[in-house]
Structures are given as C-alpha cells and as structure tokens.
C-alpha cells in the first residue's frame, strides 16, 4: 500500500492560505497608502456600514477574525473618530458600533476602490466561473464549520 504525502504546494488549505495571504497584501498596500487603513481596520469599517449597531464579537463572527485584531482595529478607528461605541442595552458588557460621518464618508471613498480591485484581478475569467468559485468558497466555508464541529 503507497502512504500518500503532502506535498504542500498541491495541499488546498495551504493554496487557499496562499492566495488568500496575496490577495490582501495588494490591497493592503493599496488601502494604506490610499486611506491609511490596515486590511482589519477596513474589514470592520466594511462589516460596520453593513450591520450599523454591531458588537465587536459580531464582528469577529462575520469576519474569521480573531478578538484581539478586531479589538486593535476597532480602537484605531475610535481613536481616528471613524467610529462610534454606543451603549448596549441588551448587553451591558459589550458595546454597538457605528460610523460616524467621517466613517461613512471614508466608507464611501474606500467601496468603490475595493470594488475596482475585485474588478481588475477578476475581470480576466468568465463570469460563470467567478459565480462558481464564490459556490465553492461558500461550500468550503460550511463544510469546514461541520469538520470543525466534529473534531
């Protein structure tokens, strides 16, 4: 019987991580020098405008992200005045965010970037291609929260 090897490179996880990890570090670049915001900052900016009223641990939800990132994220752009903390009244302990104006303006110079980004890495496949990739991203997603359960 042949024992299979992992040859990282043909290994799926590793090649989403890749891409993903390339991905946003041209967009990071972007975002920086364009907006000076890190790709966390711009994530909980994007998820803000999307749920005005979220917790920082909806955040973490939507995201992937993992609470301190969000935490640091969510202080630089409170600090920057992107952001507001209102008080929670279903939960004491957590706090509901909000853009600001000066978020929202930022929210709507930034979209557009991210969308012209989207656009020009994908712009050079079939359209029916990009629906399928984004099936297959959203069925990897479920069935890694069912392995994930399971483990």
Known sequence: MTEKRLILDQFIPYRL?????????????????????TIPEWRVIAVVAENDGITQQGICTATRMDKVTVSRATIALVDRGLIARAMNSADRRSRLLALTRAGRALYADVAPKALEFEQRIFAVF???DIDRFMSLLRAIEIRALEVGDAS
């Open 126 to 128: 079939p359209q029916e």
């Open 17 to 37: 991580s890749v891409t993903s990890n390339l991905v946003s570090d041209v967009i990071a670049t972007a975002y920086e020098a364009l907006f000076g915001l």
